[in-house]
């Protein structure tokens, strides 16, 4: 099948605006990828009795299976046991999936951080009247995510990445639109082609900023 670029072309007005569609499901996933990540990391770090343990298998069943599996056992499995998820729309599924998914990958990025930072530090800290918690929030994590961000980074460009698994259970974002492109004209790889391009200068534009926080970062401290 020959390429043709004027239906290569004419995809892009019809992709473009699932562009925000695909960057509001990513930053709604991160947000709660970044939240779990946090707990399960401080929980994993200071080996919190019990806890740990399951955070450990959490952590393990996360890491080691592939994600449209975990999408499917949710979408197709667990969601119609829940009553409040039943009628909820696809998109919450993709969303909580690759939160939890996500937040097992960050949570050894934050784990990391967490151990970067001198633990006398934290220690003075409780020994001038701080509570583990104030000594955490104001001590530990705000040098912890100076170490973290290059890693959260890479973790959010994953995370636009993964919501292209969403068309799997009727999500429209790019790649579904990309799909419906192709099945109304045909032109399978023109369509698909337009997506990953849209796809490819989304993600270089995110490393450019990724490398001016980055700096930023660096010449604060």
Known sequence: MNFKFDIFIEAFPDIIPFIWTTLILALIA?????ILSVILAII????????????????SF????PMISQLFFFYFGVTPMIPFLKTAPPTISIILVLGMNEAAFMAETIR???SSVDKGQ????????????????????PQAIRVAIPGLSNSFIGTIKGTS???????????AEA???S???????????AALVIYWILIAILERGQKWLEKKINVAY
């Open 30 to 34: 991160f947000t709660l990828a970044l």
């Open 44 to 59: 994993v770090e200071y080996k919190v009795p019990v806890l740990f343990q399951i955070i450990k298998v959490y952590i």
């Open 62 to 65: 996360f890491r080691s299976t």
């Open 112 to 114: 990391g951080a967490l």
């Open 122 to 141: 934290y220690e003075a800290a409780l020994v001038t009247g701080m509570t583990e918690l104030q000594a955490m929030k104001r001590i530990v994590l």
């Open 165 to 175: 698994l969403g068309f799997t259970i009727g999500v429209v974002e790019i790649m």
């Open 179 to 181: 799909k419906l492109i």
């Open 183 to 193: 099945s109304k004209n045909y032109r399978i790889m023109e369509a698909y082609m």
